[in-house]
Structure formats: structure tokens, C-alpha cells
């Protein structure tokens, strides 16, 4: 089957038969069905895509997931699959599917769980995303329909809030998919480890990074196979893991936490946004599970958070944010502002914001031990920065200043040296021009001054010898603005920090 991006070969229709039939139905295709199949690839009627729809959509997949999940499957597993009219398969409506199910005997996907293995489960991913001759809309994600695009941003902003990430850090994107939400993390700067069980998704990732390339000089991503057991990676060797609506989709959350434990570092946090305890029973789960073979489990974070007390977590946070809020008029607004909150009142805002929240789980665990906290994040860098012996000259090239800085941390963060790759702390700066402005045009020209030393923890003060060559050809020069900076993070008078300012007018 293929797979765009992929660099491999479209394989011939008898192989894409023969695969899509061992991947979706777990059996060797009969010679009438594979007859069928291969000719209709031959003469364009059907894709590879439309192949494995109607193998998914057979009564033999139905039975087998019915077997699989206890329901009555007598003789299912022996139907044929016949091949599917793809006229009819197109007038196919999911929400009429979907509300049949609802009728139906529910699926229980623990009983899911216990008759279909890791690896099966990994396959029937694997198939869905080899199976795409066209993954144009998926490659568009999260903007691939304005309805869900809302909630992704919001529970992605959200999951972010709880990662913490930091320019540099390592962070294991797990069921990545895509890759959407890697390449957003690539963005800011993170060294990025996309894994899922299905390799044609990764590939579809690698085509996502292709076509829509980061901006700037960022970590280059990799991509990792996982193969529904152990994380190939060594331990306490990522700082932070993403699940972002991963978890539950996996038959063994047990296993998989405990690898999330083994490969983060003391004090790294994994960030969980995930569906809540009643997500099997929903229509939609119903229909992917029934259909399709998908694991659509519940998130019952009571259980998380034991499995996670075992593995070696510390700590569990939840997110009260509802993510779907809700629009009011300015006189509820008011209400609810001024604490007008009866529930039988005309806001009733708390009960439905806390049904709001009963339909997702956004939540962090953090690994047991302590994560030193440094100059690669904003919050906490603050500093009292003072001049001692400064001397001006002007003279015919331009102008020099010459004196000693002291810097104390005055802040919640240790300062990384000036040569670190992410984060490192100078002393910066800025020309102040005659109308106020500042401007960092000195930034590669002796406008960034190296700390001595290998760091500088709170409470520690640095001394820091200083001369600065302003040249005549930088004009509008009025004064000269000391501050100290993380690179790619801030500048420590955006935390409240008073910058020395140099008069040369």
C-alpha cells in the first residue's frame, strides 16, 4: 500500500491485497476476494485506500472484533469478506453508524484489551495510516476543520502550560502521529523524539517537516518506531513526554508509564491530554472500536495515578480548565466576575463548567527527584546589575566604554555560562536612540559581553569587565543600555530588572 512520502515503491495490487487483508483481517486473502480486489486496483475502479474500507467494513471484521470483545460473533468469523460495492461504501453515513451503536450491545474495551495483543493493535494502526493514498488533510492538522481545530488549540495550549518545555530540552513526543504537535515543539526550540507504533505515520511526519519547515536554526527531530513495549531510548534521558489523546489508545498503560518513568530525568514532568472515563461508551468510540479495531479506553485518572506512584512519580496535577467555555452576555459575565455562582441560578456556571471538565482529562505527572531550575526559561531571571570605575571615550572611530559590572541573582534561577548551547546568560547591549527606542544592532558586534565562570546560582554575584567599541557608523547613538540576557529567552528587565543606561550625548 502506499504511503506518500514514503521513499519506498507503491507495491503491485496483488502484494496491497495480500497486505491489506493479513493487516485488517489477520488471514491470508481467499482466491475470490484477492481476484476481485487485485482487478478493480488494475483498472483505477478502486485505491488501496478504498481496499482496506471495505475489508474494515466487512461482516468478517465485525465478527472478529465481535469475538474479540465477547459479544454473540457465532459464525461471523467464518463470513466471507465479500467485496463491498464502493458506491455504496461511499453513501455510507458514520453518525447513522455511529448512532446504530448505540442500540447495539456496547463494546467493553477491557475485553478488547484481553483478546487483542499489543502487536495487533499496532498493526491496525499501521494499516489505517498505509492505507492513505491521499494524507493531504491529515498533513493539515490541527486546522483541518475549524470545529475541531478550536479544541485542539486549546487542549494542546493547555498541555503545553503543564509540559514546561524549555529551549533545548529533550522532549519524547509519544503516539506522535503526524507529527503535528512535534513540529510545534520543534518550533520552540525543543530537540524532539517523535515515536508511534506505526511507521507510516512517522513517514508522514517526515513529510510534514519537509513540506513546512520550522523556522530559524532549530534541534533537527528524530523519529522513533515503538514497538508497543519498550521505548528505545536510555534511561533518565528526556526532560519532559507529551501523550497528547495517545494514552488512551493503548492496551497496556501500565507498561507504557512505567517507560515514561525510565526515560525522563529527576524532576521531568510528562504532560497528558487525554478523554475522560465515559469516553468507550460515546458513539464515535463505539463506531471506531466496532469498525475499525481501534482502542478507545478510558482515562480513570485514580488509576493513572497509582500505576504512576509505582513507576516513580512524584507528583499529579489536573487542569480545571473547561475546554470547550462557554459564551456568555455581558450582564452573566458580570455574574460570574462578581461571584454570582448559584448553580440554580440564571449562570449556573459552575455545574456546567464542571461537566465541561468531566469529558477530559489534561493532567502532569512529574518524575520523583529535582530539576535545577536555569537561565532557559523566563520566569525567575532577575538580577541588580551595578557600574563601578566607567569611563567613556570618544574619539575618532567611535567610542569606548570601559568599567567593571557586578551582577547579582537576585532570582529564582541559576544563570548557564555564557557558552551553553541553549540558554546562556550575557551581558547585553542595547543602543537607547535619541527618540527612546532600543534597538539591538551591537548584538554581533561586541554587544554581548560573556559572563566569567561556569554559572551563576541564586544568591551568587559575578564580576564582569567590560569594554564595548561603539563605531561612528552606528548612528542615532544617544546612550547605551546595559541588561542582562538569556539568548532566545529574554531579557531580565522584561522579569522587572533595571538596566544600567550609559549617557554618550
Not at 376 to 386: H, K, W
Amino acid at each position: 500500500m502506499s504511503t506518500s512520502g514514503a521513499n519506498t515503491p507503491d507495491p503491485d495490487p496483488t502484494t496491497a491485497v495480500r497486505q491489506a487483508y493479513r493487516l485488517i483481517l489477520g488471514r491470508t486473502a481467499d482466491a475470490e476476494g484477492e481476484a476481485h480486489y487485485v482487478d478493480k486496483l488494475r483498472t483505477g475502479e478502486l485505491t488501496t485506500q478504498d481496499v482496506c474500507a471495505a475489508l474494515a467494513g466487512s461482516d468478517e471484521f465485525a465478527g472478529r472484533l465481535a469475538a474479540r470483545t465477547g459479544r454473540d460473533g457465532t459464525g461471523a468469523a467464518a463470513r466471507s469478506a465479500k467485496p463491498a460495492d464502493p458506491d455504496a461504501d461511499a453513501e455510507t453515513d458514520p453518525d447513522a453508524d455511529a448512532a446504530a451503536d448505540t442500540d447495539a450491545e456496547l463494546i467493553d474495551p477491557a475485553q478488547l484489551i484481553e483478546r487483542t495483543s499489543v502487536e495487533e493493535l499496532a498493526a491496525t494502526a499501521e494499516a489505517y495510516f498505509a492505507s492513505l493514498d491521499e494524507p493531504e488533510l491529515l498533513l493539515t492538522k490541527p486546522f483541518k476543520d475549524a470545529g475541531e481545530a478550536a479544541e485542539l488549540l486549546v487542549t494542546f495550549g493547555q498541555a503545553l502550560r503543564g509540559l514546561q518545555p524549555a529551549v533545548g530540552m529533550t522532549v519524547l513526543d509519544f503516539g506522535a502521529g503526524t507529527c503535528w504537535t512535534s513540529r510545534w515543539l520543534t518550533q520552540l526550540g525543543c530537540r524532539v523524539i517523535a515515536t508511534d507504533v506505526s511507521p507510516s505515520a512517522l513517514e508522514l511526519g517526515r513529510e510534514l517537516y519537509a513540506r513546512a519547515p520550522v523556522l530559524g536554526s532549530r534541534p533537527e527531530p528524530e523519529f522513533l518506531v515503538f514497538d508497543g513495549h519498550h521505548i528505545d531510548l536510555p534511561d533518565a534521558s528526556v526532560d519532559r513526554v507529551l501523550s497528547y489523546d495517545a494514552l488512551h489508545h493503548v492496551p497496556n498503560p501500565d507498561e507504557v508509564i512505567a517507560e515514561f518513568a525510565r526515560v525522563l530525568r529527576p524532576g521531568g514532568i510528562a504532560a497528558f491530554s487525554e478523554p475522560g472515563e465515559t469516553h468507550s461508551r460515546q458513539p464515535q468510540s463505539q463506531y471506531e472500536m466496532r469498525h475499525f479495531g481501534v482502542l478507545e479506553n478510558d482515562i480513570v485518572i485514580e488509576e493513572v495515578w497509582r500505576t504512576a506512584q509505582r513507576c516513580g512519580f512524584a507528583e499529579l496535577r489536573l487542569c480545571l480548565l473547561d475546554s470547550a467555555p462557554q459564551w456568555v452576555d455581558l450582564p452573566t459575565f458580570r455574574d460570574v466576575l462578581d461571584g454570582v455562582d448559584d448553580p440554580a441560578g440564571p449562570t449556573g456556571f459552575p455545574e456546567r463548567t464542571r461537566a465541561a471538565i468531566g469529558d477530559r482529562r489534561m493532567f502532569t505527572l512529574r518524575r520523583a527527584g529535582s530539576e535545577p531550575p536555569d537561565s532557559r526559561m523566563a520566569d525567575g531571571l532577575t538580577a541588580d546589575l551595578t557600574f563601578e570605575e566607567l569611563r567613556i571615550d570618544h574619539h575618532a572611530t567611535g567610542t569606548t566604554i570601559r568599567g567593571t559590572c557586578r551582577a547579582a541573582n537576585t532570582g529564582t534561577r541559576t544563570w548557564l555560562p555564557s557558552d551553553a548551547e541553549y540558554g546562556p546568560v550575557h551581558l547585553g547591549a542595547r543602543i537607547r536612540t535619541s527618540d527612546g527606542a532600543v534597538s539591538d544592532r551591537l548584538a554581533h558586534s561586541g554587544g554581548r559581553i560573556p559572563l566569567p565562570g561556569r554559572g551563576v546560582a541564586p544568591g551568587e554575584e559575578v564580576t564582569i569587565p567590560v569594554r564595548l567599541e561603539v563605531p561612528t557608523q552606528v548612528d542615532d547613538v544617544a546612550a547605551i543600555e546595559f541588561d542582562l540576557v538569556s539568548e532566545l529567552v529574554c531579557w531580565f528587565s522584561v522579569n522587572g530588572s533595571h538596566p544600567v543606561t550609559v549617557p554618550l550625548t
